[in-house]
């Protein structure tokens, strides 16, 4: 499994919607939106590299 491929997977399954990722991840709401959708092809390793990190912090540390 690719980075890009487990980073997909992760915000499949993350159960908080896409604006609270988007605020949270400092990540557009419509990139994210877009990503989830397979609509990007080569969306870039730094964007992928702080979404896969974001999305593996235990939810309760992250400020709201």
Known sequence: MTLL??????????SRDL???AR??????EWLSKLKRGLIPD??????ERLN?????PQQNKVA
């Open 5 to 14: 491929q487990e980073t997909i997977k992760l915000l499949n399954d993350d």
């Open 19 to 21: 604006n609270t990722i």
């Open 24 to 29: 949270e991840s400092v990540l557009g709401r």
């Open 43 to 48: 969306p870039g390793v730094v964007k992928i």
């Open 53 to 57: 990190s974001y999305l593996k912090t």
